[in-house]
Nanobody, 116 residues
Framework: QVQFVGSGGGLVQAGGSLRLSCATP????????IGWYRQPPGKTRELVTT???????TYADSVKGRFTISRDSAKNTAYLQMNSLKPEDTGVYFC??????????WGRGTQVTVSS
């Protein structure tokens, strides 16, 4: 099992910013792919963004230009900087790490609520 320590969710007005963090103190995720997913109310979980061990990033079209994923391998911590937040960004955000052997581990999830 992989232990996750997350922070940064909360309530923010539209146009505001939040930064989520996801730490895995028990493992070194230097060679892992990191992903952030979200689950809007009443909907299925969806991919938001990923970053590979080599720093290659992908973003859902809905967040391009507003969200930025980053990683600090020395701290085993990943971040999701969310700017210009919209009400439709509301949901539970999950951190996911994928090992080089394709083992997938999920964080607990943190609530992000954007008010209009």
């Amino acid at each position: 099992q992989v232990q996750f320590v997350g922070s940064g969710g909360g309530l923010v007005q539209a146009g505001g910013s939040l930064r989520l963090s996801c730490a895995t103190p028990g493992i070194s995720f230097r060679f892992y792919t990191i992903g952030w997913y979200r689950q809007p109310p009443g909907k299925t979980r969806e991919l938001v963004t990923t970053v590979t061990s080599g720093g290659i990033t992908t973003y859902a079209d809905s967040v391009k230009g507003r969200f930025t994923i980053s990683r600090d391998s020395a701290k085993n911590t990943a971040y999701l900087q969310m700017n210009s937040l919209k009400p439709e960004d509301t949901g539970v955000y999950f951190c996911q790490v994928t090992s080089p052997g394709s083992n997938v581990y999920w964080g607990r999830g943190t609530q992000v609520t954007v008010s209009s």
